[in-house]
């Protein structure tokens, strides 16, 4: 069973410019996560999709969007990159709210 | 406010030694607690789940308790190994969310 997927696993990008980063849940996972790692701030919420609603969402600007499609596939945007976005994003997926999370291995944003 | 706590911040052991992880948490009414690792630059790997009814759950080398009354719980690892050298973090839900709390993480190094 494959797991949790994110691309791309690398990305540069520069100030002022946008970029979507997307993540496919494990098989039958309806709730997709996101999360931002820093090394100065550890792991923070971002928001939480679960049937293509958005049902959470963390403390972060407006810059930072997302989505999740039919078939639970989600994608997230950032919009006017600052440079305190270079971070790790990851994505986790769960069968069922309050159950284990599963999370894929990152897409590393770098903003020059 | 829900937070997590853990203790030591890193932790280096020779091969072969038995070692315990500590987590804290300041609200009690959690759903579960889930224990993770953390390769360098990788995502995070699902260790243990353990349910709020639960007061501990064991995989392997690998022994997670539980104590909700005094906001704590427990990673115990027997038998340590160099490939267990890792950033181990605990994580608690907020409230009936998949918004994840988590902890700063104890980095372990394991001597050969």
């Known amino acids: 069973k494959a797991g949790v997927t994110q691309t791309p696993r690398y990305l540069i990008k520069t100030r002022g410019q946008q970029v979507t980063l997307s993540c496919s849940p494990i098989s039958g996972h309806r709730s997709v996560s996101w999360y931002q790692q820093t090394p100065g701030q550890g792991l923070q919420f971002l928001f939480e999709y679960f049937s293509e609603t958005q049902r959470n969402k963390g403390n972060f600007p407006g810059r930072f969007s997302g989505r999740q499609f039919s078939n639970s596939r989600s994608e997230m945007n950032v919009s006017t990159l600052e440079l305190g976005d270079s971070a790790l994003y990851l994505c986790?997926?769960?069968?069922?709210?309050?159950?284990?999370?599963?999370f894929g291995e990152g897409s590393r944003l770098t903003v020059l | 406010k829900q937070e997590v706590t853990q203790i030591p911040a890193a932790l280096s052991v020779p091969e072969g030694e038995n070692l315990v992880l500590n987590c804290s948490f300041t609200d009690s009414a959690i759903y579960n607690l889930q224990w993770f690792r953390q390769d360098p630059g990788k995502g995070l790997t699902s260790l243990l789940l353990i349910q709020s009814s639960q007061r501990e759950q064991t995989s392997g080398r690998l022994n997670a308790s539980l104590d909700k009354s005094s906001g704590r719980s427990t990673l115990y690892i027997a038998a340590s190994q160099p490939g267990d050298s890792a950033t181990y973090l605990c994580?608690?839900?907020?409230?009936?969310?998949?918004?994840?709390?988590f902890g700063s993480g104890t980095r372990l190094l394991v001597r050969p």
């Open positions: 994580a608690v839900p907020m409230d009936s969310s998949y918004k994840l709390i």
């Open positions: 986790a997926s769960s069968f069922q709210r309050t159950g284990e999370l599963f």
